[in-house]
C-alpha cells in the first residue's frame, strides 16, 4: 500500500493538477467561454430539441449523454464527495466547482474530437476517442505510442474505477445497512452487468436511458429536501467552502486538519474522478452518437460535467458540510450515510444514500465496461470483445471483498495516467476544436 500510495501522490502531484487546470483555462480561453455563453442551448440539445434522423452513429443524443452520465454519476458523486471534504476539509469542494467549471470546456473539446475523427468497426460500429484523436495530432511516431498508452491506460482503469470501486462501495453501504454479505453483493451485481453489456452500446445506452435520469431526480430530491430544511444554513456552508479552499483547515473532532495544498489535491483528484474531465473516456460514449455536427454532440457531452459536479456533487457536499459530520472522523459512503442520515428525517438517510449508491454504482458501470471495450478494441480488434466482457465482470464480483483503500488508490492511479496523453492531444488539437466551433455557429 506504501508503494500505492507513493505512485499516487506522483501521478497526482503539481504537474498534473497544473496540466489538467491548465488545459481547462486554455480552451475556455480559446472558446471565450462557450461553456458559459452555449450552455442553455446545450441543455437544449439534450433534453428538447429532436436527435438528428440523419448522421452516422449507434445511438441518439440524450442516450450518448445518459451512458456518459451513467460512467460518471456513480460512487464519486457520494463516497468521492466525502473522500474529498474527510481528508481535505470543506475547502476541497471548492476546487472541485473549478475542476467542474473548467472541465466542461475540456469534455467539449474531447468529444467533438471523438465524433470528428471516429471510424467504424468490421462490425459496422463506431470507435473513437482520445486512442483515435491522438492519431491526428501529426506524423511522429510518438502520437501513435500515446493514443496506445492511453488505449492500455483506459482498459486497466475499467476495472479499478469502472469495475472494482463501484462494486466495493456497494458492498461496503449494503452491509452496513442491511448486512447484506459483500460476496452476494458483487455476484449479484457482476450477473446484473453482465445480462446488460452482452448487447453492447444500443443495450447499455436504452437502460442507461431509463435509471439515469430516475436515480438523479431521486437522489437530488432527496438531497433538496434536506437543504429546505436547513435553508438557514446554507450561506454559512457555502463560506465555509469558499474560505477554506484558501486557508488551512484546522483540526477538530476527528478531522485531522489539512493543509491548501491537501484541499486543491482531493478537489481536483476527485472532482476528475467524478466528472472524468480530462480523461478522455466520455469521448468514447460521445463518438457512438448518430449525428453529422461533431459540435452539436460536444455542447450535449458538455452537460454532463454541469449535471454531474454543479448538480450532483454539489448536493452531496452541502449535505455533508451542514450536517456537522465531515468532522466526526467518518471518510467515504459512510461519511454520506451518517450525513443524510442525521439530516432526514424519519431515519431514511441510510436507505436513501445506499439504494443510491447501489444505482449510482450499477450505471458506473455500464458505462464504463463500454469504454473499456473500445479500449481494447482498438488495441486488439473485435475478437477481444466478448473475453473483455467476462474478464470486467468477473472484476466485479472480485472488487466487492477487496479493502476500500487499494481499489480507491489503485483508481486514482489509472485516471492519472488516463489524462496525462489526452491533455497533450487537446492541446495539439486546441485549434482544430476552434476551428469547427466557429464553423458550426457561423452556419447557423
Not at 472558446?31 to 440539445?45: I, M, S, V
Not at 473513437?128 to 506524423?139: D, N, S, T
Not at 476495472?159 to 449479484?188: C, R, Y
Not at 438557514?232 to 483540526?251: H, N, S
Request: glycine residues 10%; proline residues 3%.
Amino acid at each position: 500500500m506504501t508503494v500505492l500510495n507513493a505512485i499516487d501522490s506522483c501521478v497526482w502531484g503539481a504537474p498534473m493538477i497544473l496540466l489538467l487546470l491548465g488545459t481547462g483555462v486554455y480552451l475556455t480561453s480559446l472558446l471565450y467561454g462557450l461553456q458559459f455563453t452555449r450552455l442553455l442551448y446545450a441543455l437544449k440539445l439534450a433534453f428538447v430539441i429532436r436527435d438528428e434522423k440523419t448522421g452516422d452513429g449507434d445511438i441518439s443524443h440524450f442516450q450518448a449523454l445518459m451512458t456518459a452520465l451513467s460512467a460518471t454519476v456513480g460512487t464519486g458523486n457520494i463516497a468521492g464527495v466525502a473522500t474529498a471534504i474527510a481528508i481535505g476539509g470543506p475547502g476541497a469542494i471548492f476546487w472541485m466547482w473549478m475542476t467542474g467549471l473548467v472541465g466542461m470546456a475540456t469534455k467539449y473539446a474531447e468529444a467533438l474530437l471523438a465524433v470528428k475523427y471516429r471510424y467504424k468497426d468490421e462490425n459496422g460500429k463506431m470507435v473513437g476517442g482520445p486512442m483515435v484523436y491522438l492519431k491526428a495530432c501529426g506524423e511522429n511516431p510518438a502520437w501513435n505510442y500515446l493514443a496506445i498508452s492511453f488505449a492500455l491506460f483506459a482498459f486497466t482503469a475499467s476495472f479499478g474505477i469502472g469495475a472494482m470501486v463501484q462494486s466495493n462501495s456497494v458492498a461496503d453501504a449494503l452491509f452496513s445497512e442491511f448486512g447484506t454479505p459483500k460476496m452476494a453483493t458483487g455476484i449479484t451485481l457482476a450477473l446484473l452487468t453482465g445480462v446488460v453489456i452482452i448487447g453492447g452500446i444500443k443495450s447499455i445506452a436504452r437502460v442507461a436511458s431509463i435509471i439515469v435520469p430516475v436515480m438523479i431526480l431521486a437522489y437530488c430530491s432527496c438531497a433538496t429536501m434536506i437543504l429546505i430544511l436547513h435553508i438557514a444554513e446554507i450561506p454559512g456552508a457555502l463560506k465555509l467552502i469558499v474560505v477554506q479552499a484558501f486557508t488551512p483547515t484546522a483540526a477538530t473532532g476527528g478531522f485531522a486538519g489539512a493543509a491548501i495544498w491537501v484541499a486543491v489535491r482531493m478537489g481536483v483528484a476527485r472532482g476528475i474522478f467524478s466528472n472524468e474531465s480530462g480523461l478522455g473516456s466520455a469521448a468514447i460514449a460521445a463518438a457512438a452518437a448518430r449525428t453529422k455536427e461533431p459540435v452539436a454532440q460536444a455542447l450535449v457531452s458538455m452537460t454532463q460535467t454541469f449535471i454531474d459536479t454543479i448538480i450532483v456533487c454539489t448536493m452531496t457536499a452541502l449535505v455533508i458540510v451542514i450536517s456537522g459530520e465531515w468532522q466526526s472522523g467518518a471518510n467515504g459512503a459512510a461519511l454520506t450515510t451518517v450525513a443524510f442520515a442525521s439530516t432526514l428525517p424519519g431515519g431514511m438517510g441510510g436507505v436513501v444514500v445506499s439504494l443510491g449508491l447501489a444505482l449510482f454504482a450499477y450505471s458506473t458501470m455500464l458505462g464504463w465496461s463500454y469504454y473499456g471495450e473500445k479500449a481494447i478494441e482498438s488495441l486488439m480488434g473485435t475478437r477481444s470483445i466478448m473475453p473483455y466482457r467476462a474478464l470486467f465482470c468477473c472484476s466485479v464480483a472480485l472488487g466487492a471483498a477487496l479493502k476500500l483503500e487499494v481499489v480507491w488508490t489503485f483508481s486514482d492511479i489509472a485516471n492519472g495516467l488516463m489524462a496525462f496523453p489526452n491533455l497533450v492531444g487537446l492541446v495539439v488539437l486546441a485549434p482544430v476544436v476552434v476551428a469547427e466551433t466557429r464553423r458550426y455557429f457561423a452556419g447557423r
